[in-house]
């Protein structure tokens, strides 16, 4: 497992932007594929966006596509994810996730994560 850390949140405007960071340690980081998921109080996790380990692949929920982009960079162990066009609907608290890929990788799957940042809070005013 990695250990992660989100930073990056904050209050804005809507229209505005964002960009968030989730920094890992631990030595498996470059063999994990890397998710965002957000929540909002009385729901449950929503997936966002997620990249593959070597960064080749990404995946992005229909709500966010051509606004969000996720990106990495293995040699800082960051995971990035910037956030364009905010709508108040985006407003939620943000949660970074990792897990070694080995097989099939269930990206949008919550539960599939085996390691998550603590969240940073994402407030979209209109």
């Known amino acids: 497992q990695v250990q992660l850390i989100e930073s990056g949140g904050g209050l804005v405007q809507a229209g505005g932007s964002l960009r968030l960071s989730c920094a890992a340690s631990?030595?498996?980081?470059?063999?994990?594929?890397m998710g965002w998921f957000r929540q909002v109080p009385g729901k449950g996790r929503e997936f966002v966006a997620a990249i593959s380990s070597s960064g080749s692949n990404t995946i992005y929920a229909d709500s966010v596509k051509g606004r969000f982009t996720i990106s990495r960079d293995n040699a800082k162990n960051t995971v990035n994810l910037q956030m364009n066009s905010l709508k108040p609907e985006d407003t939620a608290d943000y949660y970074c996730?990792?897990?070694?890929?080995?097989?099939?990788?269930?990206?949008?799957?919550?539960?599939?994560?085996?390691?998550w940042g603590q969240g940073t809070q994402v407030t979209v005013s209109s």
């Open positions: 996730a990792a897990r070694v890929e080995s097989g099939i990788s269930y990206y949008r799957n919550y539960q599939w994560y085996d390691s």
């Open positions: 631990g030595r498996t980081f470059s063999s994990s594929a």
